[in-house]
């Protein structure tokens, strides 16, 4: 991508309205526009970010044997209705008439539809586990919405819904996503701490909320410091492992976690001081099991192996990519901006061209851009006639993990100078070592 052909608008002040960073700099950087209150555009650098987040969490999705679908924003009153939610669900829910007057809703989340979707097909247990998902937007009209999309009224989630014959086969779909998203969360750069989890208004009794630990999180959380030091389930996990499955929760959930709401002081307390943590942190995925919450009153039940008819046994999982862009800030700039992780920067490389109209300087960035494009990297080309110093702070605070720098002078010499923005550290290479290193 050429910057002088790109959607890039760079705000020169610091937005007055966002009080964290993380708000602060995805407004700067133009990646994110406010429509109306808690309602954003996406704009191109954005965009990028929250597709490459997307990528990973279905990849992981996919990988534990879940099955994407989409279904829509809006939804009949009818369904809810049916699994008694409409009326409790409350002011969170926007609630909308069609011209025939029917009461309609813009969901808030997908249990009562995806259950709907399962007992119109689904009649045998040899079609199970099964386990849709989809990556759609939401709407919740939150009290308070704030800090950017980190808690916006309309946003992303992937949610996925289990369904299984027995608890025990439930709780083994449970495990999948739990692994999935230990999995996700660290290809995302972030370690996020698995803890035990009030239901809230999704109901049920098994649940675990992933936070990652954060000054400016909103929830209050209470962990064993020895996290940081578990292993992530490997690329090889074999999904289909029952035992093998179990034994990574157990050791995920054998030291204390606990949000507020579950938070148990008397457990806490038996924890050596100096192994304690108690911090802030945010919600950035919550997995449920509920049994039969909703199977029960909408009637999905499948035949068994005993050939009798078996209500079947529920699970829902969802993950928040509008909140997780932000929550990588968070955990990931300096005074200068955003240093994003490899795996979700919106570009790979920025070659900065820092004498555009220069016939040297322009040679050799076409050739190393045209190099690195060719190779499949996400490159972004400074080529506009700013100054130097613009390009650098541009190039530094949208986060871009690698600089290639080529001015008049390491030109001349069939050189240029490679930056990484996580370190700093500079290093002088011929073009061919650059592209080489780069590709
Ligand atoms: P919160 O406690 O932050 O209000 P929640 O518990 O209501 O979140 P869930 O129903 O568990 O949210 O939804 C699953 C995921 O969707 C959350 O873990 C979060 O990542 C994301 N999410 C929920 N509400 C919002 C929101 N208002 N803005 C952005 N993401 C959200
Ligand atoms: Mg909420
Ligand atoms: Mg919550
Ligand atoms: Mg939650």
């Known amino acids: ?172 779909s449970y495990n999948k996503m739990f692994v999935a998203y230990l999995r996700t969360f660290d290809r995302l750069g972030l370690r996020a701490i698995p803890m035990r989890a009030d239901t809230g208004p999704i109901g049920g009794n098994h649940s675990h909320e992933f936070i990652i630990l954060a000054d400016t999180g909103e929830s209050e959380v209470f962990c064993h410091k020895s996290f940081v030091d578990f292993d992530i389930p490997s690329v090889d996990t074999d999904f289909d492992d029952v035992a093998g499955l179990q034994s990574i929760f157990d050791k995920w959930t054998s030291v204390y976690a606990a949000t507020s709401e579950m938070h148990d002081e008397a457990a806490f307390g038996t924890i050596a001081e100096g192994d304690r943590l108690s911090a802030r942190g945010i919600e950035v995925g919550h997995i449920f099991y509920f049994g039969t919450k909703y199977s029960e009153p909408m009637g999905a039940k499948v035949q068994g192996p005993d050939g009798k008819e078996h209500v079947v046994h529920m699970g829902s999982y969802g993950i928040g990519p509008t909140r997780l862009v932000p929550a990588i800030i968070e955990a990931s700039h300096d005074e200068n901006g955003i240093i994003w992780p490899a795996s979700v920067a919106p570009f790979d490389a920025v070659v900065i061209n820092m004498k555009a109209g220069d016939a040297a300087c322009d040679a050799a960035c076409e050739k190393i851009y045209a190099a690195l494009t060719k190779a499949g990297k996400d490159t972004l080309y400074d080529d506009t006639d700013d100054r130097a110093g613009t390009k650098f702070a541009t190039a530094d605070l949208i986060g871009v993990p690698a600089q290639v720098i080529a001015g008049p002078r390491s030109v001349a010499n069939g050189e240029i100078e490679l930056k990484d923005r996580k370190t700093g550290a500079r290093e002088t290479m011929t073009i061919e070592a650059a592209i080489n290193k780069l590709v």
């Open 1 to 172: 991508m050429r910057l002088s052909r790109y959607f890039m608008p760079i705000l020169k002040e610091n937005p007055k309205e966002a009080e964290i960073v993380s708000h602060r700099l995805m407004l700067r950087t133009g990646m994110i526009r406010q429509q109306s209150q808690g309602i954003y555009s996406w704009l191109p650098l954005g965009k990028r970010v929250l597709d490459k987040v997307n990528k990973i969490i279905r990849e992981e999705q996919n990988r534990s044997g879940a099955i994407e679908l989409l279904m829509p924003t809006l939804q009949s009153a009818d369904l809810w209705q049916e699994s008694g939610r409409y009326d409790d669900y409350g002011k969170e829910m926007l609630r909308i008439k069609d011209r025939q007057d029917r009461p309609m809703l813009y969901g808030p989340t997908n249990e009562e539809m995806i259950t709907d979707i399962f007992r119109s097909y689904v009649k045998s247990y040899k079609d199970l586990p099964l386990n849709l998902y989809h990556i759609q937007l939401k709407f919740r009209d939150e009290i308070r919405p704030r800090f950017g999309t980190m808690r916006s009224r309309e946003f992303l989630m992937k949610d996925a819904y289990s369904f299984d014959l027995t608890r025990e086969d439930a709780i083994h």
